[in-house]
């Protein structure tokens, strides 16, 4: 029996992202977007686990996919036992822009990080909550290429991705 997986989305662009996962690797995983944004918390996220267990030993792997740009949420989320914390600072976005190429360890704010996807290829009419096409192929054939341009280990004072991580565990499951 294939493992639960449970992805807890801050918004629409995690969301539409780990739909394209899941229909690529083909794994039951269970989405709940906008869970109640930045009010996220242990209680919230136990409570989600045990509804979707069929039977008390049932094993429900947890992600919590955030940005990290609001450092009281990244605190919550850290707090919360038995869910992996895959944050993104400043936005999902950067992880999309090191599916193209390295992205510096700065500091990028969120405007700056979406000005700089939207000028590769196939990232012109990039919209929050949405992914074309195009995207979601350019997604697809660079992810492993993607978590050897951009720092993995969280840092306040430059960008970072743990996305990657999702990617390796998604892997290791489907073999």
Not at 12 to 22: C, D, F, K, N, Q
Not at 90 to 112: G, N, Q, R, Y
């Amino acid at each position: 029996m294939k493992p639960v997986i449970l992805v807890l989305c801050e918004g629409e662009s995690e969301e539409r992202y780990v739909e394209m996962l899941r229909r690529h690797y083909r794994l039951p995983i269970k989405i709940i977007p906008k869970v109640v944004g930045q009010k996220i918390n242990q209680r919230l996220v136990s409570r989600i686990q045990n509804k979707m267990k069929l039977n008390a030993s049932e094993r429900v792997s947890c992600f919590l996919i955030y940005d990290a740009d609001v450092p009281a949420v990244v605190q919550n989320i850290r707090s919360c036992k038995n869910a992996t914390a895959l944050l993104s600072r400043p936005c999902l976005e950067v992880w999309f822009l090191a599916h193209s190429k390295p992205v510096p360890a700065t500091d990028i704010s969120t405007t700056d990080c979406i000005d700089r996807l939207k000028a590769l290829p196939a990232w012109e009419n990039y919209r929050k909550g949405f992914l074309s096409d195009k995207q979601e192929d350019a997604l697809w054939q660079n992810r492993h290429a993607a978590a050897k341009n951009i720092p993995c280990e969280p840092s306040e004072e430059s960008a970072f991705s743990m996305v990657g991580g999702f990617i390796e565990t998604l892997e290791n499951i489907k073999t």
